[in-house]
């Protein structure tokens, strides 16, 4: 109603204008979800993934009751096993139909991370945010991977608009809606512990900082929808707890902290690598831009903001205090989360100086049209990198083995029922697949026999010297073994291991 006021009480020269600039800023939105979608599309159909063909081999092709419960390997991220279920059962089991889950998650980021930018900063700001969440490339990685990244992703921006809501508002569905959102991130990694943390430490701090009657009224929910939220992630997590073990959630071998003399090298050394995942596929340009807008949000967030407490600052606060605590070092798929965070602070800064750049021109309509292209030159350009340099389909997150389903035609075409066939991590799940897919037993990869041929994969990347250290493991010995090439691909080649004995 008071918008609708504003506007009956503007002349209708003014109010055609405002409409206009209403309707232009919404359809650069829609322009830049259909980017996103498009960006993400385009490497939807790359073969599948290592991390991606465990979690189906082992859970996703299995019953609900065994998912939930089953937890013997971090790599069932629940909540979206159960979604990647639905998706095989109901569409197939095509690498593009198990990765809907975390494609649909990916795509909603985007207009969930306007939101949030909107709540946070402006509508430019949120546009411009949104864009660069469309375009970049980690992003897609994600948004194309059968894993639970982009939920957690998509549950963070989530709760922290409704954090920002509940500091200065009461509603108890917000609230339960914060808990549930919430209970589902853990549902899906128990990582989710980085982001909601952050949120919370961020809505503490901000409440903190508020001079009203409500305060205290709000910390005491807020404390009570967080604990309302682990109770609720315990009960998910409880036919796991029964049937798998407690340790196997809080103690597995991802979890387990490192000796000190470990720990820091492997920290500080991954920290160059992490940042750079950022600015991933992006021109230079671009990357001096962003970083400077980050500084700018940072150096001026009490003249562009409309929150108090700085997001940055809890995030990194409690996410390196909980990485120090438990002297692990996470993958650099679980700082997920900050990539929003950073591309809105920077679209904060670069719009901040934008402003400041035009604040001789009066003409604000004009001003807001300008912003507006040169998001979408922005977003374009960044969209036509991440396809230029096809990163995102080369890269070797959650582990690749491309070749795979070419090298399953091949040996499928040739195979006799008593061959028997090699495999290492992380060329055996995803050839799992391949056979699952083509129908053939998996038998041929299990009871191998020191006097008996093997076909053994093996990707070019990795030296083939380390295959005698691949066998020991085994217990075989690389002498007994005549190698052959048998045939090349792309990336791999096929190898056959035939004993010196034989006459085969």
Not at 426 to 433: C, E, K
């Amino acid at each position: 109603m008071q918008f609708e006021e504003q506007i009956r009480g503007l002349p209708k020269k003014s109010v055609e204008g405002k409409n206009f600039l209403y309707f232009t800023h919404y359809c650069s939105l829609l322009i830049i979800i259909a980017a996103g979608i498009y960006l993400r599309y385009s490497f939807l159909f790359r073969p599948i993934k290592y991390d991606e063909a465990w979690s189906f081999n082992r859970w996703a092709s299995q019953s609900f009751a065994f998912i939930v419960k089953d937890y013997s390997a971090p790599n069932n991220h629940i909540l979206h096993t159960i979604l990647m279920r639905i998706s095989y059962l109901t569409l197939g089991m095509e690498p593009w139909k198990l990765r809907m889950p975390a494609f649909i998650a990916g795509v909603l980021i985007i207009p969930a991370a306007y939101l949030l930018f909107r709540l946070l900063y402006d509508k430019s700001t949120a546009l411009l945010a949104s864009g660069l969440i469309a375009s970049s490339s980690f992003l897609i990685e994600f948004s194309v991977n059968a894993r639970g990244y982009t939920l957690i992703t998509l549950f963070f921006l989530l709760i922290f608009s409704l954090a920002y809501y509940l500091i200065n508002n009461h509603s108890l569905w917000a609230w339960l809606a914060f808990a549930l959102l919430s209970a589902l991130g853990f549902y899906t990694i128990p990582v989710f512990i980085y982001p909601f943390g952050t949120v919370c430490l961020w809505s503490f701090l901000s409440l903190l900082k508020e001079v009203n009657e409500e305060k205290n009224k709000r910390l005491f929910l807020l404390f009570f929808f967080v604990l309302l939220t682990f109770l609720l992630t315990f009960l998910l997590y409880l036919p796991v707890i029964k049937f798998s073990g407690l340790d196997a959630l809080i103690a597995n071998q991802f979890v387990k902290p490192l000796p000190w003399d470990k720990f820091l090298p492997e920290f500080y050394a991954s920290i160059i690598p992490n940042l750079k995942l950022f600015h991933w596929d992006m021109p230079k340009l671009h990357q001096f831009l962003l970083l400077a807008g980050f500084f700018l949000a940072l150096i001026f967030h009490k003249k562009i903001a409309s929150h108090k407490v700085p997001i940055v600052y809890t995030a990194l606060g409690f996410t390196i205090s909980v990485i120090i605590i438990q002297k692990v070092v996470p993958y650099n798929r679980i700082y997920i989360f900050f990539f929003p965070l950073y591309y809105g602070l920077a679209s904060a800064g670069l719009y901040f100086s934008f402003q400041k750049l035009t604040s001789i021109f009066k003409n604000e309509g004009i001003k807001e049209l300008t912003f507006s292209f040169f998001t979408l030159i922005f977003t374009l350009t960044l969209g036509i990198s991440a396809i230029f340099y096809q990163s995102v389909y080369y890269s070797d997150f959650t582990g690749s083995f491309r070749d795979g389903e070419k090298v399953t035609l091949y040996i499928k075409s040739r195979l006799k029922p008593e061959d028997k066939i090699l495999v290492y991590c992380p060329i055996d799940h995803v050839l799992f697949y391949y056979f699952k897919y083509y129908n053939q037993p998996l038998s041929h990869f299990f009871s191998l026999r020191k006097n008996q041929a093997m076909l053994v994969p093996w990707r070019k990347i990795e030296p083939l010297g380390n295959l005698e250290a691949r066998l020991k493991k085994r217990g075989f010995n690389i002498q007994d073994y005549q190698i052959k090439l048998i045939k090349g691909f792309e990336e791999s080649n096929l190898f056959l291991l035939e004993p010196k004995s034989s006459n085969r």
